[in-house]
Nanobody
């Protein structure tokens, strides 16, 4: 079992940067693929980025590719999402999640954090 707590959200101007963190409890963190998802008001939750347990495999949504970077520190049980060049279409609640297999599919993720709000002002 792993519990996830996100932090780092906030208000930023368009073009700015934020780094989200997701701290995990439990000794099995390093065995999970970690993903970031987001959900804007009135929209479905969507995939943002994923990183395999070994850090060898990564994948990004086309909408964030080249602007966002996912990373993890297994010694600290933490996964990060560095978000650069934020756009007016990026605001959402951002969730981190854990899955047993590398996937972009929301349904594959079995553990979820409570989310952190990201707001972008134009």
């Amino acid at each position: 079992q792993v519990q996830l707590v996100e932090s780092g959200g906030g208000l930023v101007q368009a073009g700015g940067s934020l780094r989200l963190s997701c701290a995990a409890s439990g000794r099995t963190f390093s065995s999970y693929t970690m993903g970031w998802f987001r959900q804007a008001p009135g929209k479905e939750r969507e995939f943002v980025a994923a990183l395999s347990s070994s850090r060898v495999l990564t994948t990004y949504a086309d909408s964030v590719k080249g602007r966002f970077t996912i990373s993890r520190d297994n010694a600290k049980n933490t996964v990060y999402l560095q978000m650069n060049s934020l756009k007016p279409e990026d605001p959402a609640v951002y969730f981190c999640a854990a899955a047993s297999l590398f996937s972009r599919d929301l349904a594959r993720y079995t553990h979820w954090g409570q989310g952190t709000q990201v707001t972008v002002s134009s």
